[in-house]
């Protein structure tokens, strides 16, 4: 700057500059030469400086598409395509409004690079603008199928006597239902009192009589007993209240026990 001044003012350089000036310079003197050498100077830092803005807003404009390329990718996802292989998708509607949103901003910032330098990175922006818009949403994935149970075979038909025959088999065996006896009348009642009475074994003497004999009790209900008598039995009721034979059998004959007896009159007391 001190050599371009000098020149300017005509103290620095004087002689040497006369020298080696050409021709068409010296015609227009020191003062005019340095005016225009300013001028050239400064047209050439104007240049510079545009230049360095305009390479400073691609290299922005450049950075911000990549951001908004990585998170695209991101955002998407793939499905299986209905004609067969896969396909991108978006997981909702509010993911695409994100996506463009976020394109249109780094587009503002390529707008501000000039159109020459920015150019080839505003076209891909548009294409992907026009792209996300046509992207479908993920369509739901169905829920994991559940294991279906083994389907049990049908049961071979059987022939109708085949089945009657195997359901008589599972079917439980009925209860025995107890047999009753054969009676014989061996016994005579007789009254000794208001209240005592005998059975005596008239009939069937040598043998033993298993009877059942029924009487009222002081509740006033009919109480009933089992005996085995083999020649007389004394009885005590209420007055004037005679004792009823309900049943009677010979021990041991046609099937004739207490056992069998007490099975007939469960309600009975032995």
Same mark, same amino acid.
């Given at each position: ?109 390529? *707008? #501000?690079? @000039? /159109? ?6 505003? %076209?891909?922006?548009?294409? &992907? ?110 007055? *004037? #209240?005679? @004792? /009823? ?6 021990? %041991?004959?046609?099937?004739? &026990? ?13």
């Amino acid at each position: 700057m001190e050599t371009l001044a000098g020149v300017c003012d005509g103290t620095v350089g004087r002689t040497d500059w006369a020298l080696t000036m050409a021709p068409s310079l010296r015609i227009a003197g020191p003062r005019s030469i340095c005016a225009q050498v300013v001028a050239v100077l400064l047209t050439a830092l104007v240049v510079l400086l545009g230049t360095t803005n305009s390479s400073r807003a691609q290299s922005e404009c450049t950075s911000a598409f990549e951001r908004w390329s990585k998170l695209s990718a991101a955002r998407t996802r793939t499905q299986p395509a209905a004609g067969g292989g896969h396909e991108a998708c978006l997981p909702t509607e509010g993911v695409r409004a994100d996506l463009l949103l976020a394109l249109a901003k780094t587009r503002s910032i390529c *707008d #501000a690079a @000039p /159109n020459q330098s920015g150019k080839q990175t505003k %076209d891909m922006i548009d294409i &992907n603008a026009s792209a996300i818009g046509t992207v479908p949403v993920c369509r739901a994935e169905p829920p994991p199928a559940r294991e279906q149970p083994a389907r049990q075979q049908p049961a071979k038909q059987q022939p109708a006597k085949e089945q009657q025959a195997a359901t008589k088999a599972i079917e439980p065996e009925p209860a025995p239902v107890p047999q009753r006896v054969r009676q014989r009348v061996c016994l005579e009642v007789s009254p000794v009192g208001p209240d005592r009475f005998v059975f005596a074994n008239h009939k069937c003497r040598g043998r033993s009589v298993l009877v059942v004999i029924e009487k009222k009790g002081p509740s006033g209900r009919i109480e009933c007993k089992g005996y085995a008598i083999t020649r007389q039995l004394t009885v005590a009721t209420l007055k *004037d #209240a005679r @004792p /009823n034979i309900n049943y009677q059998c010979l021990i %041991d004959e046609g099937g004739c &026990n207490k056992a069998q007896v007490a099975a007939i009159f469960p309600e009975c007391d032995w």
